[in-house]
């Protein structure tokens, strides 16, 4: 291979870093509850023991409260299915195509639900899905197999559940609640830096990076306090501190992007708010995350930047930008009061019953996720149609081994649906299978069968066993890692005397191998995931969110209108970044949509005060209704985006003109900065190209 080739093969693997202690205290923990499984199994006689071992893998991940989630879903999302495949064989009777029909709707109907869904539970109601197939179709037309599967996959699953969970808490255990205290100080710091970055005039591609990076960082805490809870009934009391930490956390980033958007000018009214809020966010991103040890003097200085920022705007020379002044003003002393109560949000998640008390009778931040019924009912019928197709032939041929074929057509379709790439992803699963393969051959056909004996079984399985796991804990492999280490067990079929059957193995392993196989050609066929499709649908989604901001007669808590956009955001960046250039634009848009509905709430805010006079609250009430109607609800953008923002910007001036006090002024400002999105993002606001 030639220089250029090679380093394009070695480009994703550049950078790795060595295995840390912690993905060695991983790898060990995982394989050792494997091979207690695996004995335990191996003890109680159980049918098919490599069941056992391949849960504790499947469910094993490096925090304790995720396993223990994943464990949890597993086994209900198998109980479920169990009991959908006992109903099934006792309903169908011995009609094939009904039993075919059943049981695709069946798990058509699991993977809308997963689609809705997201992990862990989304993982257990696809499992309840393809469950029924691996019980169902072994037990067609043998009813008393029903039960006796049930029982030997529930036991066995459970087992492995079990021992994962023992293990992931008892051995160096990294509890949710550490991993929550730790990325939520790690976000503060990258908060402070992307803030000073963003107030100072900081390089634009370092700010995007930080920027996607805070949004994913959300989405992550907002999974984590599931897992917080399922750690012990004691961290229930955290769930709260989190969820409101979250939505402060939203709000200091909007406030932030506003502030960037439309930096303010040298001006004497300015100068010492930014000065000292700089100054601030210098401090606490160069001390990093050590000086979140003790918030107290962090709080203090941000209490005195937002009592400094509240005051009336004084100062303001002839020429200068009152309105704009007193909108930074105020928005600066919202960043400060967001960032303070996102430190306290620390506190309370580090003591929550002392730090906690101070909000016990708060109203909670509404934390809101976007579901696309659209993509779910698609996804279904995908699962629906391959499962029907390759039963049904395995029905009319009765060959064995195609079985095997429609089990993993089910698991595949199902399982990675919802993937924003799920043909990509199942390719990868595709590649850990085969690198499984050559492995299991030489252990299970070649090595164990000439060398019995527990000793021997350790020798050879623990190796590879461990350098799998060591995969699984890399971001860069878990894919391809996960997939080798369980169908590794798979093909293994772990029993206590080892026998030379290379054709039944041969026989296995392409069976599963082809079923992946049709699942990626399903995906590439069947409704074909477009990125541009799903980002179109996410946009309209968002214009939607905003003309309900806009009209609905009651105000939407910013909590629950921000934790919604953000969550659409997140679920727009793998398609936005497969969309080159017009992705980019979407995706700066869809964060302009946020300062926009922020502005549009806060327009609202002042006119249900009372304080602007009755001709601006006429005013604002027509510009919204004609904003939701001329840009967020119209299917072609009837308007100029540069036309309807400079007639914004003109009202906006006459209304500050007509009156100078602080609520008309902030009014007015809104105003622009809603202009300011329009001109800054047309294809966002505008028809979006196809």
Known sequence: MNRPGLRRLLRPYRGLARPTRADWVFAIRTTAAGLIALSIAYALR?????????????????????????????????LVGALAALAITAAVGASPWLFVAVLAIWIGLCTFAASLLRNPEAYGAALAGYTAAIIAMPAFGHAHLAVELTVARCSEIMLGIVCAGIASRLILPQLARDAIIQRLSRGIIDLAAYAHAAFTGGDERRLETLHRKLVAETQILAEMRAYARLEAPSLATRGHPVRRTIGH?????????????????????????????????ADLSAAGVEALDDTSPWVARLDTIAEQARRPVAGVAEGDDKVGTAARLTLAAEFADSLK???????????????????????????????????????????????????????????????????????????????PAPLETSWEFFKGTLLAVPFAFVVGQMALPALPGFGWFMLFVVPVLVVGALAMANKHFVGIATAFAINFLAFLNPQQTMVYAPHAFLGSTASILVGILLAMGVFAVVLPARPHVFAARLVKAMHEDLARVCLHERIPRRSAFESLAYDRINQLLPYAQRLGETGKALLGGSVASVTAGLEILRLRTLQ????????????????????????????????????????????????????????????????RVIAAALDDYPVFFGKMPT
């Open 341 to 419: 109560e996102t430190l306290h949000g620390l506190d309370a998640v580090r003591e929550p019953t002392a730090a906690a008390r101070r909000h016990r009778d708060a109203q909670q931040p509404a934390l809101v996720v976007h579901r696309d019924y659209e993509a779910a009912w698609r996804n279904a019928v995908r699962a629906a149609v391959a499962t029907t197709l390759v039963i049904a032939f395995w029905m009319a041929t009765q060959w064995s081994d195609v079985a095997g074929v429609a089990i993993i057509v089910a698991v595949v379709s199902s399982l990675f649906a919802s993937r």
């Open 608 to 671: 249900r005060g009372g304080k602007l006079s009755q001709a601006d609250s006429d005013y604002i009430s027509a510009f919204l209704r004609r904003f939701a109607r001329d840009v967020l609800l119209s299917p072609t953008g009837k308007k100029s985006m540069t036309a309807l923002a400079e007639t914004i910007r003109q009202n906006a001036a006459d209304m500050a003109a007509r009156r100078a006090d602080a609520e008309t002024l902030q009014a007015a400002a809104s105003l």
């Open 249 to 281: 956390f939203l709000s200091a980033l909007s406030t932030t992007r506003m502030l960037h958007g439309h930096a303010a000018p040298q001006n004497v009214a300015l100068m010492p708010v930014r000065n000292e809020l700089k100054s601030a966010l």
């Open 46 to 78: 159980l049918e098919q023991p490599q069941w056992a071992v391949m849960t504790v893998f499947i469910v094993s991940q490096p925090v304790a409260g995720m396993v223990l989630a994943k464990g949890f879903f597993r086994l209900l999302g198998t």
